[in-house]
């Protein structure tokens, strides 16, 4: 039986100042409601010691198929919920890391 490896999925997020408070009061429940799909087994928020306003949500999966289910399915409307509530105040980029 091979051997699954553990995931880490990273969106690390640059807020405008003015949108920080808002965008941390949507972001708690938008962890929660990730640690609900097939898969996800931790999520934590993070912020950058020198810029406030970059905000990393670092996301624990099981292994890539959960990771690949994902991408498949939710990301689309998830990812979509932050950009229509905070537009141009929101940049977001994100990595994908594979346990060795």
Sequence with gaps: MPQTKEILYEVIASIAPEARGDYLDWLKPHVSEML???????????????????????????????????LAGPAKKMRADGVTRF??????????LEAL
């Design 36 to 70: 609900t799909f097939d898969g996800f087994v931790s999520g934590e928020i993070f912020v950058s010691a020198e810029d406030e306003c970059e905000i990393t949500s670092v996301y624990r999966l099981k292994d890539m198929a959960a990771m690949d289910a994902y």
């Design 87 to 96: 537009g141009g105040a929101l940049v977001a980029r994100r990595r994908i």
